[in-house]
């Protein structure tokens, strides 16, 4: 079935960094484009990062770009996000899913940044 796991979240301080990553499975991954998204807690889910599906162009919101990269393997059905230079307010939790035609979330993995 389809199915979202993401990976590699945890407390990190300010200025730190971390790599998330996204294990898809049970969809053609390598003709989506992919994207993360985060939700605050109170707010609404927002879209942070998104990648093409052959990986040659990504798009990212103001509030992340030049510290944020997303990628992707296509072999491994897995997308990434790099995050670095993180700030109290990335404090979320993260998913990743299709950019259009959403399949079931997954669970989250959550990004705590603290001193």
């Known amino acids: 079935q389809v199915q979202l796991v993401e990976s590699g979240g945890g407390l990190v301080q300010p200025g730190g960094s971390l790599r998330l990553s996204c294990a898809a499975s049970?969809?053609?991954?390598?003709?989506?484009?992919m994207s993360w998204y985060r939700q605050a807690p109170g707010k609404e889910r927002e879209l942070v990062a998104t990648?093409?599906?052959?990986?040659?162009?990504?798009n990212y919101a103001d509030s992340v770009k030049g510290r944020f990269t997303i990628s992707r393997d296509n072999a491994k059905n897995t997308v990434y996000l790099q995050m670095n230079s993180l700030k109290p307010e990335d404090t979320a939790v993260y998913y990743c899913?299709?950019?259009?035609?959403?399949?079931?979330w997954g669970q989250g993995t959550q990004v705590t940044v603290s001193s």
């Open positions: 049970g969809f053609t991954f390598s003709i989506y484009a």
């Open positions: 990648i093409v599906s052959a990986g040659r162009s990504t």
């Open positions: 899913n299709r950019n259009r035609g959403f399949v079931p």
